[in-house]
């Protein structure tokens, strides 16, 4: 530890431009550090500005990598957050795709500091698409002792030798790790003032030499990075490009009126913005898959079968979809976001995309999502589809409406079949005294009127239901609009049913609100 203690005392004395090599790892750390520096690459027809993290650090683990000249044009994607729902945010990942093949077109590295709001998205691009990459990580830790500073050093020098080489696929990735909070010199640094950005956001306008704004929410983290970003006289030669989807936040601000570039990118005047035909190519996508025989001369002729949700609610159980926030299941993130990246009709999470896979994949899949024990079950109801309109509701603690009107009912019957039971509605003392078996059926009762769920008269049934076993009359879909009906009958030998509307409130046709369970 005394050669740490030694390599510390330095880096708190030495000046702004000094890198301090740890001789037994090679590894250079600083306080500040000239991006433009023989150590870095040769360069010498920009400005020479040292980075620095206020209060913190700097270890270089690349610093002497072979591809330095892969950094001399660094470009940062930012933005503010984006909607749970990433499918609706088919704009932004358009200037998104826009941004970064003419990065890679102009040979620029795209930096990614993990914890802002764009940084997995980025780094997926960045591998999608073969961009060198600078991979900034930030310490959570908020101290000011030696001590801890000290283990820093030594972790860095620890995760240099087990970490794999700073490169994948032969694209190279220059790593920066950044301390925690500590003193420099003879004071401490302290967190800037209140409106100053976190310093995630704050870094990746440090570290690049260019700066894209894909979104900026009036102030938020954003729009004050831009801010302080641009009152700094030293960082106009990093011009900051904003989008013009992303202006209506800047735009009548007299405090950055001038430093900031709008980027005017027209939308796509094609018919592939047309939702109708972006939906016609959704369906085609799942009809490639779709093996279910269409012919209505198979359906049993048999009028007791011929009953519906809407004539004899009772025969009937309902299972209601919503729009889904991520991955289907059995799907890896990383498939989701190429999908999205790369602007793929198959993005689409709306409810009738997921009413089209039921059709698809021939199964309602089970999800442990919100049950008890983690037990993957199906949910259904046998609150009557006339009135899923009115019973529609928002569910603050889950972030998503119940009673949506897409989904499948299934034939009380044929569920009864494969081992349907009620929900056991009660408390903690009832859920200790089931047994194994009885356990998956239970639910925790509320009544607050915020969040009661004793009227949603749940039905379960444990593992994924394959509707292939069921006839063709024993099963129902059910959508918001006649449009999405006779969509729908296209693809599937099962009748499509529109929810009636509601004798008290306006018909909802808004399919990409709430999220997705079971879908």
Aim: glycine share 4%.
């Amino acid at each position: 530890m005394t050669e740490f203690r030694k390599l510390l005392d330095e880096l708190r004395v030495c000046d702004r431009k000094a890198l301090v090599r740890e001789s037994s790892s090679g590894l250079c750390f600083a306080h500040s550090w000239d991006w433009w520096s023989p150590d870095c690459h040769a360069s010498s027809e920009l400005p020479s500005q040292p980075l620095i993290i206020p209060g913190r650090m700097l270890c270089l683990p690349d610093v002497d990598a072979a591809h330095r000249d892969q950094w001399r044009h660094r470009l940062a994607i930012v933005s503010s957050r984006l909607s749970l729902r990433l499918d609706l945010e088919k704009r932004w990942f358009d200037l998104l795709r826009t941004s970064v093949l003419h990065a890679l077109e102009e040979k620029q590295s795209v930096v990614v500091v993990r914890g802002t709001a764009t940084s997995e998205i980025v780094s997926r691009a960045a591998v999608l698409f073969g961009l060198p990459m600078v991979d900034c990580r930030i310490s959570d830790q908020e101290v000011d002792h030696s001590h801890t500073l000290t283990n820093w050093i030594s972790a860095c020098i620890q995760n240099v030798e087990t970490e794999a080489e700073s490169q994948r696929d032969s694209i190279p990735i220059f790593r920066i790790w950044i301390s925690p909070r500590c003193f420099v010199g003879d004071h401490e640094l302290h967190e800037g003032q209140s409106s100053a950005p976190p310093e995630a956001d704050s870094t990746a306008f440090r570290v690049a030499t260019r700066t894209v704004v894909l979104n900026c929410r009036r102030g938020g983290n954003i729009h004050t990075a831009i801010r302080n970003h641009i009152r700094q006289q030293h960082n106009l030669h990093c011009p900051v490009i904003v989008a013009a989807d992303a202006m209506q936040g800047l735009s009548s601000d007299e405090d950055i009126k001038d430093g900031w570039v709008p980027w005017i990118v027209d939308p796509a005047k094609n018919a592939e913005t047309d939702s109708s035909l972006t939906r016609s190519l959704i369906v085609n996508a799942h009809e490639s898959t779709i093996r279910l025989d269409r012919n209505p001369r198979d359906r049993t002729e048999d009028p007791a079968s011929r009953s519906d949700p809407l004539s004899a609610p009772n025969d009937w159980l309902c299972h209601w979809t919503r729009p889904a926030q991520g991955p289907w299941p059995e799907e890896t993130r990383n498939d989701f976001l190429d999908q999205l990246i790369l602007g793929c009709p198959s993005a689409d999470r709306s409810a009738l995309a997921a009413v089209l896979r039921m059709i698809s994949t021939g199964k309602l899949k089970a999800s442990s999502a919100g049950i008890r024990g983690s037990y993957a079950v199906v949910s259904l109801t046998a609150v009557p589809l006339s009135e899923f309109r009115q019973r529609r509701v928002f569910r603050k603690h889950r972030h998503r409406f119940d009673f949506e009107p897409f989904g499948i009912a299934i034939r009380r019957t044929c569920l009864e079949s494969i081992g349907v039971r009620p929900v056991i509605y009660g408390t903690d003392t009832d859920w200790n005294q089931l047994s194994n078996d009885e356990r998956p059926f239970f639910q925790k009762a509320t009544r607050d009127s915020s969040t009661s769920n004793l009227d949603e008269q749940e039905w379960r049934v444990q593992g994924d239901i394959p509707l292939s076993h069921f006839g063709a009359d024993d099963v129902v879909l059910f959508t918001d609009l006649a449009e999405q009906q006779s969509m729908l009958q296209q693809c599937t030998k099962w009748r499509v049913l529109v929810v009636p509307p509601s004798s008290t409130e306006p018909v909802n046709s808004d399919i990409n609100a709430g999220d997705s369970r079971n879908a």
